[in-house]
């Protein structure tokens, strides 16, 4: 007879077999950044950048087609373009992942993320679509 704690051990397993499947080929966004690496169904030849440069122009494309919300007391609500640029410039030429979030005016969050690869915290991870 099978021991019940190695079923329910086969099942946790089997669990989270499928979960894992079901995470990198589904629609659920991961909690960390440089878990998109696992996601190769989301990798595009589009957005894979070798320089950073390219990949801080795409950042800086989106926020200006789509600018965050501006607050009715005039005060700034979130950092300005330019320490934004700075900021994703030193931390992706260091190898570290970098998220912009913020409210656009409608009220929906905008966030962009640029992951990098290899990436500093998760050296593992192998690059979906890596430089030719």
């Not at 329910?8 to 440089?34: I, T």
């Amino acid at each position: 007879m099978a021991d019940p704690q190695d079923k329910k051990q086969q099942q946790a397993l089997d669990r989270y077999r499928e979960a894992a499947s079901e995470f990198q080929n589904g629609s659920v966004p991961p909690l960390m950044p440089g878990h998109w690496l696992m996601k190769r169904s989301h990798a595009a030849a589009d957005r894979t950048w070798t320089d950073a440069t390219d990949a801080v122009e795409w950042l800086s494309k989106h926020y200006v087609e789509n600018p965050p919300f501006e607050r009715e007391d005039g005060k700034q609500a979130y950092s300005d373009l330019d320490s934004k640029i700075a900021h994703a410039h030193e931390a992706l030429s260091n190898g570290v992942d970098v998220c912009w979030v913020y409210y656009l005016q409608s009220q929906n969050l905008l966030y962009m993320q640029v992951v990098c690869c290899p990436n500093g915290f998760h050296p593992d991870l192998a690059c979906p679509l890596p430089p030719s």
